[in-house]
Structure formats: structure tokens, C-alpha cells
């Protein structure tokens, strides 16, 4: 079974503008944590937020934050004011605690497209 | 700080040869793991270490070897590569616990002709 489940392949947005990328997870574990990285054209992975399954508030770093709703399993991400450079591959991944949070497990990602 | 390191950046390889890709990180990171990202699939794990002297099989071992003898360097392996082993390879590394990310290397990518 899916453990994380992507299912927008592509998305576009117009510059300036906020745009909501979906991921959803599935775990029977408590404690869990949920990261999105930003994979643009040249390739390399980087690293944009980071949930906790405990943590009471959404995260948030900069124009990024994370739509955390625990009962639904869903770590939305929600990039404001959208900039030709956030133009990227997006992937969506979970560490869980059973197994010493020892494998971080991706989504299949979302293309997002920023247009002038 | 270098992060981690990934060596050969491009590889071709025809079918039969065996090659290592090289991973070293310098976080002094107890986790590292491989990845091969193909189109339309995200990236999956290979194999994993959890510190050095101890390894395991993630999704998608079949054809592949790793071993860890020091805390910084994970190579992986490809016995008898096969044009199913054309991708990009990911090394990332992290410290033990939920809230850390993984810092990834540059990616090799591989050919198999």
C-alpha cells in the first residue's frame, strides 16, 4: 500500500499567487514526522519544512508552510506568493518511529509550473 | 562543510559490468541511504545503514550491495548492471530522529546500455 500518496502530477499557478500542493499519508504509527523537498531542474533535493506528528501548530519557513490535518493524514503544502524560481519537482515523504525512524519514505511528487 | 558527496556525477555502463558509486558525508550523520529516482515514481529506497557496520534492504535492493565500515562513507554497489538500473541514484544522509531531514548529494546518474 501507498504510504504516501501524491496525486496531482502537475500543477500551475500565476506568479504572485498561493498555490496548494496535496499529500496524504498512511501510518498506524503515533509518532511520525512529514518533510516536503523541492527538487528544481539542476536536480538537487532540498529540504523546504519539516511536521512533527505531535506538534500542535502548523509549520511554517518563509513562504512555505505545511496544512497539517492529523485525523485526515494529510500534510498539505502551501506556497505564498509564488515566484518563477519555486518552478520545481515537489515530493512529499514520511519518517515513521517503528523501525527508529530509520527510512525516509517519498511520495511519487507533483511538477509545479509558476507562469509570469 | 562539503555535506555529502557523490561520485561519479555521470556513468555509462554496458550490460554485465559491475561498478560502485561512491557516497561520503562529513556530518558525522549516523543514517545514510540510497535512492534511484525514475520518471513518474518519486525516489526509493534502496538500501539503508544506521550506522556504520549495520545495513539493511529497503524497497528495491534486488541487484544491488552496500556496506558501511566507517560512520562516512556508504558505497552501493551493482553487481551485474541491467538497463532496469538506468536512473538517478540519490546518497542522503541525517542524524537519528524524526525531526531531522535528510541532506542529499548531487545524484549520479547512470546508464545502462
Known amino acids: 500500500a501507498q504510504k504516501i500518496t501524491q496525486t496531482q502530477p502537475g500543477m500551475f499557478v500565476q506568479e504572485k499567487e498561493a498555490v496548494t500542493l496535496d499529500c496524504t499519508y498512511d501510518?498506524?504509527?503515533?509518532?511520525?514526522?512529514l518533510f516536503w523537498y523541492k527538487q528544481p531542474s539542476s536536480g538537487e533535493m532540498i529540504f523546504l519544512i519539516y511536521?512533527?506528528?505531535?506538534?500542535?501548530q502548523n509549520a511554517t519557513e518563509g513562504r512555505y508552510s505545511l496544512n497539517f490535518q492529523k485525523a485526515r493524514k494529510s500534510a498539505n503544502l502551501v506556497i505564498s506568493a509564488s515566484q518563477l524560481g519555486d518552478s520545481a519537482m515537489y515530493f512529499c515523504?514520511?519518517?515513521?518511529?517503528?523501525?527508529?525512524?530509520?527510512?525516509?519514505?517519498f511520495g511519487a511528487g507533483t511538477r509545479l509550473a509558476v507562469h509570469p | 562543510n562539503a555535506g555529502v558527496t557523490q561520485t561519479p556525477k555521470f556513468q555509462v555502463l554496458k550490460t554485465g559490468q559491475s561498478m560502485t558509486l561512491q557516497c561520503a558525508q562529513d556530518?558525522?550523520?549516523?543514517?545514510m541511504s540510497w535512492y534511484r529516482q525514475d520518471p513518474g515514481m518519486g525516489l526509493r529506497l534502496i538500501h539503508y545503514?544506521?550506522?556504520?557496520?549495520?545495513?539493511d534492504q529497503g524497497e528495491v535492493p534486488n541487484g544491488y550491495n552496500v556496506s558501511r565500515s566507517t560512520t562516512e562513507d556508504f558505497p552501493l554497489r551493482l553487481l551485474s548492471a541491467a538497463p532496469s538500473q538506468t536512473s538517478v541514484y540519490f546518497c542522503?544522509?541525517?542524524?537519528?530522529?524524526?525531526?531531522?531531514?535528510?541532506?542529499f548529494g548531487s545524484g549520479t546518474r547512470l546508464t545502462v546500455v
Open positions: 501510518t498506524s504509527d503515533p509518532s511520525y514526522g
Open positions: 545503514s544506521v550506522g556504520a557496520g549495520i545495513t
Open positions: 515523504a514520511m519518517r515513521e518511529a517503528s523501525g527508529g525512524y530509520n527510512k525516509l519514505i
Open positions: 542522503a544522509s541525517s542524524y537519528r530522529g524524526a525531526s531531522y531531514g535528510y541532506t
Open positions: 511536521q512533527g506528528s505531535y506538534d500542535q
Open positions: 556530518m558525522n550523520h549516523e543514517y
